[in-house]
């Protein structure tokens, strides 16, 4: 592994597998009755969302405690950077406190690499999202709910996706999302492709590790999983299709599809999900759908990066003791 986590292109087939089999083993701990382990306990970890998010920064923040670290929660709003501050300023004030890893969401493209090569902060950089760029752990727990569904819980230690078959649909443009799965599911053998209008297909998409198509039943009968995005109107400046009820019809899954999908095949969502556009309710509530069980993977994927980067090694959760408790008499 290396130090930094920045974008899920620069992960290697071992890496990727590494962390899916790390992240396995880290899934064990839910099922013990104390939900906490002592490995990262005396390392400090800083959540810094200069974007707003719900699913992302709590997943990290569980992630987190129940690897027993100190955790610092940072948000723009109501900080120093509503008030003009910049990122070399927050990155000095962190390092002053000497905090061992920094989560970061930020809104422009390149920030946390930014951060992780600037030399303004001595500490291990994970994106958690970055503009339209990048947003290499949720592409981790995408490839990781897969390996779980298709391959097998236990089947899939270190296997990779070779020869599934991928469709993310939706607005690709404005997505890091689809364009951290395709990096992550290239490395580990899937062949993706995509479906949107054209309208939300990024210019140089040619040059992606992908196919791409613009009529999405055409693609069903041969998906081992749909992935659906969320069209994302805060990025958007034009109109990039005629109606929601036009887009809705083209590009939204709903029963009918579903029904064309094979058997084993599954329905995914990064979230949060518009229920009666890309998505019908009746898909979203369905048995397929593993929207749910991609949230609480998050959290075993996000602990399985927190520790491989803090530096661990191979993780065995048979033999590492949980925390009886946390809290420390006072002398």
């Known amino acids: 592994m290396q130090r930094h986590l920045i974008s899920a292109a620069d992960l290697t087939r071992d890496d990727a597998v590494l962390i899916l089999d790390t992240a396995e083993e880290m899934a064990r701990v839910a099922d013990r009755p104390i939900k906490k382990l002592p490995t990262l306990r005396g390392r400090t970890v800083v959540n810094l969302f200069f974007e707003d998010s719900t699913r992302t920064r709590i997943s990290f923040e569980a992630a987190e405690k129940r690897l027993s670290a100190d955790v610092i929660n940072f948000t723009a709003k109501g900080s120093s950077v509503s008030k003009g501050e910049s990122l070399k300023d927050t990155a000095q004030t962190l390092e002053a406190m000497g905090v061992d890893a920094v989560v970061i969401r930020h809104g422009a493209s390149g920030a946390p690499y930014r951060l992780a090569t600037s030399g303004w902060i001595d500490a291990a950089v994970i994106n958690a999202g970055d503009g339209t760029h990048q947003h290499p752990t949720q592409a981790l727990l995408d490839a990781f709910t897969m390996r779980r569904r298709l391959v097998g819980r236990d089947e899939g230690l270190g296997q990779d996706l070779a020869g599934r078959r991928i469709t993310i649909v939706g607005d690709i443009l404005h997505s890091r999302v689809a364009r951290s799965n395709v990096d992550l599911l290239h490395t580990l053998g899937a062949e993706v492709t995509l479906v949107a209008p054209p309208t939300l297909v990024p210019v140089g998409v040619e040059s992606w590790p992908c196919e791409i198509s613009y009529d999405l039943d055409s693609t069903l009968a041969k998906a081992d999983a749909?992935?659906?995005?969320?069209?994302?109107?805060?990025?958007?400046?034009?109109?990039?299709?005629?109606?929601?009820?036009?887009?809705?019809?083209?590009?939204?899954?709903?029963?009918?599809?579903?029904?064309?999908?094979?058997?084993?095949?599954?329905?995914?969502?990064?979230?949060?999900?518009?229920?009666?556009?890309?998505?019908?309710?009746?898909?979203?509530?369905?048995?397929?759908?593993?929207?749910?069980?991609?949230?609480?993977?998050?959290?075993?994927?996000?602990?399985?990066?927190?520790?491989?980067?803090?530096?661990?090694?191979?993780?065995?959760?048979?033999n590492v003791p949980a925390v009886t408790h946390t809290r420390t008499e006072e002398k």
Do not use: W
């Open 226 to 318: 749909v992935m659906m995005l969320r069209v994302q109107r805060e990025r958007m400046n034009a109109a990039f299709f005629p109606t929601e009820r036009e887009y809705s019809r083209r590009y939204g899954l709903d029963g009918d599809r579903m029904a064309r999908m094979p058997g084993h095949a599954i329905v995914m969502h990064p979230g949060p999900m518009v229920r009666g556009m890309e998505i019908t309710a009746e898909v979203a509530d369905s048995d397929r759908c593993t929207v749910v069980e991609q949230v609480a993977n998050g959290v075993s994927i996000r602990m399985a990066v927190l520790y491989l980067l803090l530096g661990g090694a191979v993780f065995d959760a048979k």
